[in-house]
């Protein structure tokens, strides 16, 4: 009899190969002062700062193990870019997204928009083991009782050279997965509401003189709804159901698949008190439970924490874990810079891949506000 050891590893294997699926099926086709004072800050503030963002969020959850999680069955899904972190913050959180606010919230809760204050365009790049992700996002706010944004994201699962048998090019297969995102969020009472409405393009096509025919693509639709709100002064609690949607047809044929859906359940605490105010630190505390919807049980738990030296212009570390996933379980690091209307978030993940070769890549988000 296989050890229980063994079999979570063998698991963790099947979970990560899922994120390969789409390259499987390729192969088969063969102000001044005040800003340059708010930065300098004391060092001893800064190195209080990053400790208690590792102890909040890393130390006291080395490997917790969630109930269900050893029975939990290996439901196929479709779609699963879906699934894949986007935006540095959001990454170096270890993905506790659902109750944060702002910019980065049209991807992960989009109640989280409520909070945002004037125009900004956002770019994110990064290096998943599915792709390489690039987004551009315009977030609005209409007279601070209405949000909107708009956001585009491509998945390039990547190129392959097609030969015949005789070794000749015949072409070049490629596969993107296209994802746009129209996102609305405002108040309802006392709680900040918002939806998500998304359009996934799935594309796989060959280029050249001499290509098969193995192209295909299709498309379908997902809704993301949220709520959060603040029960008492320092505690934000957040819920919400992601990728809820119909299921998809598998390139030509009659073949479906189901889109991820997820119930996501969190908790945002406001720590700043912990530091002394003349020290203009702020600080929070993330934690959310995630499960599918077609299969709860299968749980897995995401805690982040920030800390942030400044006012207008602040520094801000951040450490996250990722609990109950054994394809991506691990700690998780950024750093963010906001000075004047410009924003600049760093994320590098710290977690061992079983499908990845080498380091794990770092994750930049890049916003401008006008």
């Known amino acids: 009899m296989a050890s229980p050891g063994r079999d979570r590893s063998r698991r963790g294997l099947r979970d990560g190969r899922r994120w390969l699926e789409p390259l499987r099926k390729r192969r088969r086709y063969a102000s001044g002062g005040n800003r340059r004072r708010t930065i300098s800050v004391a060092t001893g503030c800064a190195i209080r700062a990053l400790v208690v963002a590792c ?42 997204m659902t109750a944060m606010e702002g910019r980065e919230a049209v991807f992960w809760n989009p109640a989280g928009l409520r909070a945002q204050d004037g125009t900004e365009i956002v770019f994110y790049r990064g290096d998943n083991v599915a792709g390489e992700g ?25 190129d392959q050279d097609l030969t015949d048998e005789r070794g000749n090019h015949i072409g070049r297969l490629s596969t993107r997965n296209h994802l746009g995102i129209a996102t609305v969020a ?21 280029r050249g003189a001499s290509c098969p025919d193995v192209g295909s693509s299709s498309s379908s639709f997902a809704v993301d709804l949220g709520v959060s709100g603040t029960p008492v002064r320092s505690l934000r609690l957040a819920a919400m159901v992601a990728h809820v949607g119909g299921n998809r047809r598998v390139g030509e044929t009659e073949e479906r698949e189901r889109l991820p859906g997820r119930l996501r359940v969190a908790a945002a605490l406001d720590v700043t008190g912990l530091f002394d105010a003349e020290d203009a630190v702020t600080g929070v505390l993330a934690v959310e439970l995630q499960e599918r919807l077609a299969d709860l049980g299968n749980a897995e738990l995401y805690v982040g924490s920030e800390v942030a030296v400044g006012r207008e212009d602040a520094l801000a570390i951040r450490a996250g ?23 600049l978030s760093i ?11 080498g380091t794990e890549p770092v994750h930049v988000t890049f916003s401008v506000g006008f």
């Open 186 to 206: 405002g108040r309802l009472g006392r709680l900040a509401v918002g939806a998500n409405l998304k359009v996934v393009r799935f594309q796989i096509e060959c």
């Open 321 to 343: 874990y990722v609990i109950g996933d054994q394809a991506r379980a691990g700690a998780r690091v950024g750093l963010g810079l906001s000075y004047d209307r410009v924003d």
């Open 55 to 96: 102890v909040l969020s890393v130390c006291p959850f080395g490997s917790v193990p969630l109930t269900g999680q050893e029975e939990a069955p290996d439901v196929p899904e479709g779609a699963l870019f879906l699934l894949l972190p986007v935006g540095a913050r959001a990454i170096s959180l270890g993905r506790a």
């Open 347 to 357: 994320a590098k993940s710290l977690a061992t891949s079983a499908v990845r070769i």
């Open 134 to 158: 690039t987004t551009v996002s315009l977030v609005r706010s209409q007279e601070n009782w209405l949000q909107l944004g708009f956001s585009y994201h491509l998945n390039d699962v990547g």
